[in-house]
Nanobody, 126 residues
Framework: QVQLQESGPGLVKPSQTLSLTCTVS??????????WSWIRQPPGKGLEWIGY???????YYSPSLKSRTSISRDTSKNQFTLQLTSVTPDDTAVYFCARLYYFCSGTRCYGEYKYWGQGTQVTVSS
């Protein structure tokens, strides 16, 4: 059973940088087919995918957030980190980290978000 735990400040001022860290309970952050993801849920809205860092270290971000998003990792600590710059109140949300397992064989692909953190509330307010 893999466990993920988000950590970081619960309150961020507008125009500042939101920084959250996800700690993974096992040493699998560099494993192929795993994509370590950040997802958020604004109040009263659905889930919004932010981006991921893959086992190889490659990153991919939501086009709508790409200009403000950076995801990095510390393999020695089994952690990956989200940084979102120039935040506004619209960035207020519960932020989740999750592990995506994605595998393709030929033309067939399979993906599953099996493990999630419990989520952490981040409020952007002065």
């Amino acid at each position: 059973q893999v466990q993920l735990q988000e950590s970081g400040p619960g309150l961020v001022k507008p125009s500042q940088t939101l920084s959250l860290t996800c700690t993974v309970s096992e040493n699998s952050i560099t494993t192929n087919y795993y994509y370590w993801s950040w997802i958020r849920q604004p109040p009263g809205k659905g889930l919004e995918w932010i981006g991921y860092i893959g086992g190889s270290g490659s990153t991919y971000y939501s086009p709508s957030l790409k200009s403000r998003t950076s995801i990095s990792r510390d393999t020695s600590k089994n952690q990956f980190t989200l940084q979102l710059t120039s935040v506004t109140p619209d960035d207020t949300a519960v932020y989740f980290c999750a592990r995506l397992y994605y595998f393709c064989s030929g033309t067939r692909c399979y993906g599953e978000y099996k493990y999630w953190g419990q989520g952490t509330q981040v409020t952007v307010s002065s």
